[in-house]
């Protein structure tokens, strides 16, 4: 008798709509200047979807620089009307170029509190899916770096997944990939992509960035994609990134990745390979539910 290690039980993924498509994860270098960063971020949109990219993927902050004291002015109220440069610009770009866009982040205000969020537009422009970071990052490598999410934002309360044209799709933003158990509730509920825009710093990213993109895509045997910014050449800058966006595959494979230069990644993802995985090495029949449990609280409703 084979074990429940999930409850509820895990979901197949879906028959995505694009089985097979290219990605492209633009890895932006980011300056002060808010206008410039949006309409760069919008010509490399651009540029990805005339190469033929169904799936644009932006990195973690684009649309200013990642100055946690700063972050409040460049901040938009996502749910507002008017005011949101950034993100009406994901919204038109996606319509006009019929392309799904997991926007990378930008600061959200709202009710007062300051969250990083990521927003996901389908082809018709509109949004279908909003992430608010999970889990903030507090860090401190004394004589070298501290760096303390939580003195600034608020961190968001629910994992989100989204059925897109290109698959269902799991959200998280940097540190959200450090705890496997996000992915794990991603896997359960039958996503074929979980997309990590990030931001990792110098010491973590050497360490931990591709360590960790390629733990999430072996163990739940999906696909992985992360996109950060570009490295700053300026090194007096407050918060040095490791860029190295990259895609993974449902063997843990690395199947594309950037360096820390500003460039865009464009690569193919092919989902019958996950289901080649998942027969060539059966785990979820193979997980042993009477030692260890993974309950998920929200059922298993993928929206």
């Known amino acids: 008798m084979v074990s429940n290690a999930r409850i509820p039980p895990p979901i197949p993924p879906p028959q995505p709509k694009i ?5 492209a994860l633009c890895q932006l270098l980011v300056t002060p200047d808010k206008e410039r960063n949006i309409a760069h971020a919008r010509k490399s949109i651009e540029d990805a979807a005339r190469k ?12 200013c620089p990642l100055s946690l004291q700063n972050l409040s002015k460049y901040a ?31 600061p959200e205000l709202a009710a007062g509190q300051l969250f990083n969020t990521c927003c996901v537009f389908g082809p018709d422009g509109k949004l ?15 004589g070298e770096v501290t760096f303390r999410e939580s003195d600034f934002l608020t961190a968001g309360e629910e994992p989100t ?63 992985v994609a992360t996109c950060a910014p570009a ?6 800058a407050d918060y040095i990134t490791w860029g190295h966006s990259g895609l993974v595959g449902p063997f843990g494979e690395i199947i594309a990745t950037a360096g820390n ?16 995985q998942r027969e060539y ?23």
């Open 52 to 63: 033929g990219a169904k799936l644009v993927v932006l990195p973690e902050i684009w649309n």
């Open 261 to 276: 230069e500003e460039t865009t990644v464009i690569a193919e993802i092919d989902y019958s390979l996950i289901q080649f």
């Open 161 to 223: 997944i989204v059925d897109t044209d290109v698959g269902r799709i799991g959200i998280g933003v940097c540190h959200d990939i450090r705890f496997p158990e996000l992915a794990m509730l991603y896997g359960s509920r039958g996503a074929h992509l979980i997309c990590y825009p990030g931001a990792f710093n110098m010491s973590t990213g050497e360490l931990l960035w591709e360590l960790m993109q390629r733990a999430r895509a072996a163990d739940n045997q999906l696909f």
């Open 128 to 142: 279908k899916a909003k992430h608010r970071k999970l889990h903030l990052f507090d860090f401190d490598i004394p």
């Open 231 to 236: 490295q700053d050449p300026n090194t007096s």
């Open 19 to 23: 089985p097979k498509f290219k990605i």
């Open 76 to 106: 938009e109220d996502i749910d507002a009307e008017a005011a949101c440069p950034s993100i009406s610009m994901l919204s038109e770009v996606a319509l006009c170029n019929a392309i799904t866009i997991v926007g990378g982040s930008i």
């Open 281 to 303: 090495l059966p785990l979820e029949v193979q997980r042993q539910g009477d030692m260890y449990k993974m309950v998920d609280v929200l059922g298993g409703n993928a929206q």
